[in-house]
């Protein structure tokens, strides 16, 4: 069956770290991956998402997404947090000819001040 | 403006009721979804709809039952069979026209057992 792994349950950083959130998915056809965002509070908001072309995406508020077909992997990625980025995150595939995602069981950031 | 509301925000239920989760949308989208978000599983599927008066089971759809009788609306029951339904809903919608679109989601519904 289909899965998508997120490894990192719970994150803890400061201010200016850089953030790397795996996610690695299990289907061997074309694929859409998407991270979703969910801020204390508010609802999922889609932070970014790859279709096809360039492997890396950026997305909104610094935060970027390498695809790398050969891991099945589709990692998140920001250089520098702020606290602002504590949130929830999760990593969603769709797999083509679908109308169903599939979604990691979320990474809690926490960044302090 | 466009979006998709849920209510109410807080339901409570009594053991052996059903209760139904509202979901409706202004974005004229195509399809739609019901997920069950638990802490640490993550979004799991329980029922989705890719046109009116048409839906398909997710991952979890036991004990939970839907219809899709308008394009904006996408109710949720939540039937006495469902064993254990204190948990946070989430429903979300998309457009399927052109190309791949992604998802937008609701604010959510809490449903807790009395």
């Known amino acids: 069956a289909q899965s998508v792994s997120q490894h990192n349950h719970h994150v803890i950083l400061s201010e200016a770290a850089s953030l790397e959130l795996g996610c690695n998915y299990s289907?061997?056809?074309?694929?859409?991956l998407f991270w979703y965002v969910q801020y204390p509070g508010q609802h999922l908001q889609l932070l970014l998402k790859?279709?096809?072309?360039?492997?890396l995406v950026k997305g909104i508020k610094g935060f970027e997404a390498e695809f790398i077909k050969s891991k099945f992997s589709f990692n998140l990625r920001k250089p520098s947090v702020q606290w602002s980025d504590t949130a929830e995150y999760f990593c969603?595939?769709?797999?083509?000819?679908?109308?169903?995602?599939?979604f990691g069981t979320g990474t809690r950031l926490k960044v302090l001040a | 403006d466009g979006g998709i509301t849920q209510s109410p925000k807080y339901l409570f239920r009594k053991e052996g009721q059903n209760v139904t989760l509202s979901c409706e949308q202004n974005?004229?989208?195509?399809?739609m979804y019901w997920y069950r978000q638990d802490p640490g599983q993550g979004l799991r599927l329980i029922y989705y709809?890719?046109?009116?008066?048409?839906?398909q089971k997710g991952d979890i759809a036991e004990g939970y039952s839907v219809s899709r009788e308008k394009k904006e609306s996408f109710p949720l029951t939540v039937t006495s069979a469902q064993k254990n339904p204190t948990a946070f809903y989430l429903c979300?919608?998309?457009?399927?026209?052109?190309?791949?679109?992604?998802?937008?989601f609701g604010d959510g519904t809490r449903l807790s057992i009395l």
């Open positions: 289907y061997g056809g074309t694929v859409n």
């Open positions: 974005l004229n989208h195509d399809a």
């Open positions: 979300a919608s998309r457009f399927t026209g052109f190309g791949n679109q992604p998802q937008h």
């Open positions: 709809s890719q046109i009116v008066n048409d839906f």
């Open positions: 790859y279709f096809s072309g360039d492997p």
């Open positions: 969603a595939v769709k797999t083509s000819g679908t109308y169903k995602y599939i």
